[in-house]
C-alpha cells in the first residue's frame, strides 16, 4: 500500500472537502461514518453500569426534590432559587414523570447527554483531523473517570458539557461553509449552553477567538458579523437567567473560594477525575503542536480549552467566585481531542495505541472508587428510611438535623427511600419547603408549639455520639428531651435514628 503524497497534504488550516479517508490513503469505509454511533453507546454503557450501585448524594437529592414538584410549583421555586439549573430541572421532571425517580432513572438523562457529547467528540475530531484521531478520542472521551462521574450524576453537567461540544463543532462546521443552515443551530446550542448553565457561556470568548483568526486568514467578509449576530440571537433568552443569576448568586455559590494558582493544578487534575491521567493527557495533548497538519486545529482546541479556565480564574478574584472544576467540565471534550490528535500522530503506530491504553488504565483506579458509595454519600440514608419504615406507625413524626447543618440535606437522604405508604408530619417544619418556593423548609421559631399531639417521633442526626438531639438546633433539642422519652436508638452509616415517645 502506498503512502500518502506530500502533494495530496492539504496545507495546514485549508479545508479539506474530499471524502475522508481511512489512514494509509485507502477509501474510508461506510462503517467510518458510525464512529461516532459506536462512541455514544460506549459512553452510554460506561456511564450506566453501577448507576443503580450508589445512593444520591446532596446535589443529587436537590435536584429531585426540585423536579418532583409539580410544573407550576417549581417555576415559582426558580424565582427564589436555583434558577440556573431551571431548565435542568425541567428535563428530569418530565423525564420522572415519565420514568420514575430511581437511582438509575434518575440518573438516565446525564449518561444520554454524556454519549450524546461523545459523538460531537468524535464528529469534532474527524473534522479537524482524522480518522484515526477520531477513533482515539471516542474511546479516551468514553473511558475518563470524570466522564464517568458526571454522566452518573443527576445534576446539569453533561448537557452543559452537550451543549457547548456541539457548538464547537457547529461553528466548525459554519466557518468551513457559512450559510443561514449552519449557522442557526450553532446559536441554538449557545442558548441551550447558557441556559444550562451560565458559567458555560465563558466558552465564547475561545469561539470569537477562532472566528478572528480564520476571518483573517479567508478574508470572508461577513463571517464575523454573521458570527456576532448568530450569537447576539442566542444570548436573548439567556439574558433573564443572568439577571436572575445575579440576584441569587449571594446564596448559591458563596462558600466557593477564590482562587489561587495551585487551585489551577488541582483543578486540572479534576477535571479528568484523576491525577494520573490528567498528566497523561496534557503530555499527549501537547503532541500535535509539534505535527505540520495539527497547528492550527491544535490552536483552536487550546484555546478552546484553555481560555474559558483562565477567564474563569480572573472573573473569580472579584467579590464572587466561580472557580469550580464541573463548571469547567465542558473544556475536557477540547484537551481530549488534542490528546487524541497527539497520539495518533505518533509513530509508529502502534505507539500510540499504547500510549492510549495506558492513559485509560491510569485512569482504573480511579474509576473504581468515583464508583463507590463513600466518594459522595458517605451516609446511609436507604439504612435509616429502612429502619423507619420498619417501626413506622401511621401519625409518626419526622425530626431530621437541619438548622446549620441543612445544606446536608439530611431530610432528602432519608426521604428520597421511604415507601409510599409511609408518610411522616415533619414536625418542626412551619412552613414546607413548596409553601415557601425554595429548597428548604421554614423551621418553627416556637418548637414546643410545634410539637402538637405527636405521639412518635422519628429523630434524624448525626452518628458517632450517644446524643440522640446531636447538632439539633438547641430550641428543639429542649423542646424533645422535655416532652418525649428515647425508645430506641439505630445507628447507620454516618447517621443515628431515634425513636421518641410522648411522655407529657
Known amino acids: 500500500m502506498t503512502s500518502r503524497s506530500t502533494a495530496a497534504i492539504p496545507e495546514a488550516g485549508s479545508v479539506d472537502r474530499r471524502p475522508h479517508t481511512a489512514t494509509g490513503g485507502a477509501p474510508a469505509s461506510r462503517a467510518a461514518g458510525f464512529d461516532w454511533l459506536w462512541a ?16 444520591p448524594w446532596r446535589d443529587e437529592l436537590a435536584s429531585w426534590s426540585a423536579a418532583s414538584r409539580s410544573t407550576g410549583d417549581l417555576i415559582e421555586m426558580l424565582g427564589h432559587v436555583d434558577a440556573v439549573s431551571g431548565l435542568y ?3 428530569l421532571h418530565f423525564w420522572m414523570s415519565a420514568f420514575g425517580d430511581s437511582e438509575t432513572m434518575l440518573r438516565m438523562p446525564s449518561a444520554l447527554a454524556m454519549a450524546a457529547a461523545a459523538a460531537f467528540v468524535v464528529l469534532t ?20 473517570p ?28 459554519a466557518l468551513d461553509r457559512p450559510t443561514l443552515r449552519r449557522w442557526a443551530p450553532y446559536a441554538l446550542a449557545v442558548a441551550l449552553a447558557g441556559l ?16 478572528v483568526l480564520r476571518w483573517r486568514r479567508d478574508r470572508r467578509g461577513r463571517t464575523v458579523g454573521t458570527y456576532v449576530l448568530a450569537t447576539a440571537v442566542a444570548l436573548v433568552p439567556v439574558i433573564p437567567l443572568v439577571l436572575l443569576g445575579q440576584r441569587q448568586v449571594g446564596r448559591q455559590i458563596s462558600w466557593i473560594k477564590t482562587p489561587h494558582l495551585r487551585s489551577l493544578a488541582d483543578l486540572w487534575s479534576a477535571l479528568f477525575g484523576s491525577p494520573l491521567v490528567a498528566l497523561a493527557v496534557a503530555a499527549a495533548a501537547l503532541l500535535p503542536l509539534a505535527w505540520a497538519r495539527g497547528r492550527r486545529p491544535a490552536l483552536e482546541l487550546g484555546l478552546t480549552g484553555a481560555v474559558p479556565i483562565a477567564a474563569d480564574f480572573l472573573v473569580s478574584q472579584g467579590s464572587t467566585s466561580y472557580f469550580m472544576d464541573r463548571y469547567l467540565l465542558f473544556t475536557v471534550p477540547a484537551w481530549v481531542v488534542l ?20 492513559i485509560v488504565l491510569l485512569g482504573v483506579p480511579d474509576q473504581r472508587q468515583l464508583r463507590t458509595e463513600l466518594v459522595k454519600v458517605g451516609l446511609d440514608g436507604e439504612a435509616a428510611a429502612q429502619v423507619i419504615a420498619k417501626g413506622y406507625r401511621p401519625g409518626d413524626g419526622f425530626v431530621p438535623v437541619r438548622g446549620a447543618d441543612n445544606v446536608y440535606m439530611i431530610d432528602f437522604q432519608v426521604e428520597y427511600f421511604l415507601p409510599d405508604r409511609v408518610e411522616l408530619r415533619d414536625v418542626f417544619s412551619e412552613r414546607t419547603a413548596v409553601q415557601r418556593d425554595d429548597l428548604f423548609p421554614q423551621e418553627c421559631t416556637r418548637p414546643v408549639a410545634c410539637l402538637d399531639t405527636t405521639r412518635r417521633i422519628w429523630v434524624v442526626t448525626w452518628s458517632g455520639t450517644g446524643n440522640p438531639y446531636h447538632k439539633l438546633p438547641e430550641a428543639q433539642a429542649k423542646a424533645l428531651e422535655s416532652h418525649y422519652k428515647v425508645l430506641q436508638k439505630t445507628g447507620v ?11 407529657k
Not at 453537567?157 to 457547529?170: E, G, K, P, Q, S
Not at 457561556?201 to 472566528?211: K, S
Open 125 to 144: 475530531a474527524r473534522r479537524l483531523f482524522d480518522r484515526r484521531t477520531a477513533v482515539f478520542a471516542g474511546l479516551l472521551f468514553a473511558l475518563l
Open 40 to 55: 455514544a453507546l460506549l459512553t452510554l454503557a460506561v456511564t450506566v453500569y453501577g448507576s443503580a450501585g450508589v445512593q
Open 146 to 173: 470524570s466522564v464517568s462521574r458526571y454522566g452518573q450524576e443527576a445534576r446539569s453537567y453533561a448537557f452543559v458539557l452537550l451543549a457547548v461540544t456541539a457548538a464547537t463543532w457547529l461553528l466548525m462546521r
Open 493 to 503: 452509616r454516618g447517621l443515628q435514628v431515634s425513636l421518641l415517645e410522648r411522655t
Open 196 to 211: 444550562f448553565h451560565i458559567v458555560s457561556l465563558l466558552f465564547l470568548l475561545p469561539h470569537a477567538l477562532i472566528v
Open 339 to 358: 490528546a487524541a490528535a497527539g497520539l495518533a500522530a505518533v509513530k509508529p503506530k502502534a505507539a500510540g495505541a499504547v500510549g492510549l491504553a495506558a
Open 89 to 91: 430541572y425541567l428535563v
